[in-house]
């Protein structure tokens, strides 16, 4: 029998966003205006989320690049956007690599439309870890909600 147990968590509303989450109560999570970002204890998985400057999702992938290079500078795209949904809101998402202090990071980026904002929604793993967050992302990925 597989037992799983549900890690002590914290929810949190992006208000600006329109969409909320939650994260396991060991990990720092800071909320600064528009953008999130919540940081494993190892530092290692990073989640990042803000508004983008724009009303149309189409338009989100010609706005992301600067706002994401605060959280992922050097960052190159590796695969096509696709599209599709996040819990019923109309995205597209894409992956890509980028690097901080030498260390290899595989980003995931989702391009949001919540109804009341356009918001990109990034995961950076550093190389080597992703097993690791493999349970932990999932649960994060499932609660997000609008709100």
Avoid: C
């Amino acid at each position: 029998m597989l037992l799983v147990a549900a890690l002590p968590a914290r929810e949190y509303s992006h208000r600006a966003g329109g969409i909320k989450m939650w994260f396991p109560d060991s990990w720092n999570v800071q909320i600064d205006g528009n953008t999130l970002i919540a940081t494993a204890p190892d530092r290692d998985n990073q989640y990042y989320m803000d508004v983008l400057p724009v009303d149309q999702l189409e338009d989100a992938l010609g706005a992301y690049v600067e706002v994401l290079q605060a959280f992922m500078p050097g960052f190159t795209a590796v695969t096509e956007p696709r599209s599709g949904s996040l819990h019923g809101m109309p995205q597209f998402w894409f992956d890509g690599i980028g690097h901080v202090d030498g260390v290899k990071w595989f980003v995931g980026v989702s391009l949001v439309d919540t109804g009341r904002a356009i918001v990109i929604y990034a995961i950076r793993t550093a190389d080597g870890v992703a097993a690791k967050y493999e349970r932990v992302s999932q649960q994060i990925f499932n609660s997000i909600q609008r709100i």
